[in-house]
């Protein structure tokens, strides 16, 4: 199992960003899956979740009604479409595998990690 997470960029804020993340792997139609993000010295935190079959989703307050996650299973896919991006929003970003104990935790029973994660920056 596979897992890359692409797109991030440099942009001003205001402006949009679409990361995309791939997990290679048969049974990803039954994987639910996060977007994390992370700032050096800080722990990880979660940003947002889609369930396995991209009916249902999940946002952390500071990015909802500007960040949107899909789910395109015949792609092996997720997108995480950022809108009105803020500098605060400045992370490394990571997708992963996830399953919900009180919160979103990385589901264990899928090998593919966090994988390298992409960097989004957002200037003032």
């Known amino acids: 199992v596979q897992l890359q997470a692409s797109g991030g960029g440099l942009v001003q804020a205001g402006d949009s960003l679409r990361p995309s993340c791939t997990i290679s792997?048969?049974?990803?139609?039954?994987?639910?899956v996060g977007w994390f993000r992370q700032a050096p010295g800080k722990d990880r935190e979660f940003v947002a979740a889609?369930?396995?079959?991209?009916?249902?989703?999940t946002y952390d307050d500071s990015v909802k009604g500007r960040f949107t996650i899909s789910k395109d299973n015949a792609k092996s896919t997720v997108y995480l479409q950022m809108n009105s991006l803020k500098p605060e929003d400045t992370d490394v970003y990571f997708c992963?595998?996830?399953?919900?104990?009180?919160?979103?935790?990385?589901?264990?029973?899928?090998?593919?990690?966090w994988g390298q994660g992409t960097q989004v920056t957002v200037s003032s």
């Open positions: 992963a595998a996830v399953t919900f104990c009180g919160s979103y935790k990385l589901d264990p029973s899928v090998p593919a990690g």
């Open positions: 792997a048969r049974d990803f139609r039954t994987y639910a």
């Open positions: 889609i369930s396995y079959s991209g009916g249902s989703t």
